[in-house]
């Protein structure tokens, strides 16, 4: 089975500073990943996903992540935070659906909190 | 397209009480899923159709918990009799799985969720 784990609940941080929310995964079969963020009230939007090809994706809004199998990581970084990106963060990752099993099943971890400060 | 429509947004309800959420997916998505959120237990997978048919209910709480998919375009989760501990957001969430150059990958497009209090 698959695991996501985000290894920081909150992170505080000025705008115009750079930030990374970590993200480690455990699965014994290749995966999937992806990048979710939530603003208040609202649902969950995607930022980014890794399916295969370069290690480097790059999303919406600035943000991008790299893949690092050997690390099993999956983190997000962005150079310069604004206010706006307050918001929570959700790592996930799921199985491609050739490995079968309990297909199209995403497991999401617990999620970062990030807030930009003036 | 509008997106995941979930109604209602806000539901507030007293122990005992049935209660219903609703989901219209995206049309064309062959999957969806409704997730639990709370703070203790963050995300929660209850349960994901595919094509209509249940496919996996592992993630429903009990037996007061059950999710219907009458068609491709409407979905229901109901709780009978609800409790405080239900208190959460639920949230839907629909997906196509692509066939294309990201073979099997799974997107989900989520709703703006329901906010449900037990009281």
């Known amino acids: 089975a698959q695991s996501v784990t985000q290894l920081d609940s909150q992170v505080p941080v000025f705008e115009e500073a750079p930030v990374e929310l970590r993200c480690n995964y455990s699965s014994s079969v290749s995966v999937y990943l992806f990048w979710y963020v939530q603003y208040p009230n609202q649902g969950l939007q995607l930022l980014l996903k890794?399916?295969?090809?370069?290690?480097l994706v790059k999303g919406i809004n600035g943000f991008e992540a790299e893949f690092n199998k050997s690390q099993t990581s999956f983190h997000l970084r962005k150079p310069s935070v604004h206010i706006s990106d307050t918001a929570e963060y959700f790592c996930?990752?799921?199985?491609?659906?050739?490995?079968?099993?309990?297909?199209?099943?995403?497991?999401f971890g617990k999620g970062t909190k990030l807030s930009v400060k003036p | 397209d509008a997106g995941v429509i979930q109604s209602p947004r806000h539901e507030v309800t007293e122990m005992g009480q049935e209660v219903t959420l609703r989901c219209k997916p995206i049309?064309?998505?062959?999957?969806l899923f409704w997730y639990r959120q709370t703070m203790m237990r963050g995300l929660e997978l209850l349960i994901y159709?595919?094509?209509?048919?249940?496919?996996?209910d592992s993630g429903m709480p009990e037996d007061r918990f059950s999710a219907k998919m009458p068609n491709a375009s409407f979905s229901t989760l109901k709780i009978q009799p609800s409790e405080p501990r239900d208190s959460a957001v639920y949230f839907c969430a629909s997906s196509l799985i692509g066939e294309g150059q990201a073979m099997g990958a799974n997107v989900l497009t989520f709703g703006a969720g329901s906010r449900l209090t037990v009281l």
């Open positions: 049309s064309g998505h062959d999957y």
């Open positions: 890794y399916l295969s090809g370069s290690t």
């Open positions: 996930a990752v799921t199985k491609p659906l050739n490995y079968g099993g309990s297909q199209g099943n995403l497991i």
């Open positions: 159709f595919n094509n209509n048919v249940p496919i996996d």
